[in-house]
C-alpha cells in the first residue's frame, strides 16, 4: 500500500513538469518571430533537416533570435568599453551619454563573436 502513494506522487510530479512546456508550445501556435518560418524553414532544409510541426520551427528561430541579441548586446558593451576608453584618454568636451549613438563595427564584433569560440577577419582586400 506504501507503493501506491509514491507511484501517485511521482506521476503528478511528472505532470507538473510537463505542463509549462505543452503551455509553451501552445502559446508558440500564435507567436509571430522577429526571423520568419520561411526563413527558418529554408535554413532547417538546405541543412537536411525537414521541419514537419510549425512550432518547431518558431522554436528555433526563438533561440537563434536569442542568440542573435545576445551577441548584438555583447558588441554593443564593447563598443561602449571603447568609445568611453577613447573619450577618458582625450580631452574632448564631454557630451552627455544619451545623444551618443553607437555603430555595430568589426572591432566590436569580433571579441564579442570570439567569446563565443566564433573566430572572424576583416577581408584583406575589398573586390
Known amino acids: ?17 510537463g505542463q509549462p512546456l505543452s503551455d509553451f508550445l501552445m502559446q508558440l ?42 551577441i548584438a548586446n555583447d558588441a554593443l558593451h564593447h563598443c561602449r568599453a571603447r568609445t568611453n576608453n577613447s573619450s577618458s584618454s582625450s580631452s574632448k568636451s564631454n557630451k552627455g551619454t544619451k545623444d551618443r549613438r553607437y555603430c555595430l563595427t568589426m572591432e566590436d564584433l569580433t571579441p564579442a563573436l570570439a567569446e563565443l569560440g566564433i573566430t572572424i577577419r576583416k577581408p584583406q582586400y575589398y573586390v
Do not use: W
Open 1 to 17: 500500500m506504501s507503493q501506491q502513494p509514491e507511484k501517485m506522487e511521482e506521476d503528478q510530479l511528472e505532470l507538473t513538469l
Open 29 to 70: 501556435e500564435d507567436y509571430h518571430p522577429t526571423i520568419p518560418d520561411a526563413v527558418t524553414g529554408n535554413i532547417l532544409r538546405s541543412s537536411g533537416f525537414e521541419p514537419k510541426d510549425p512550432r518547431l520551427l518558431r522554436l528555433i528561430s526563438i533561440a537563434a533570435q536569442k542568440f542573435i541579441s545576445d
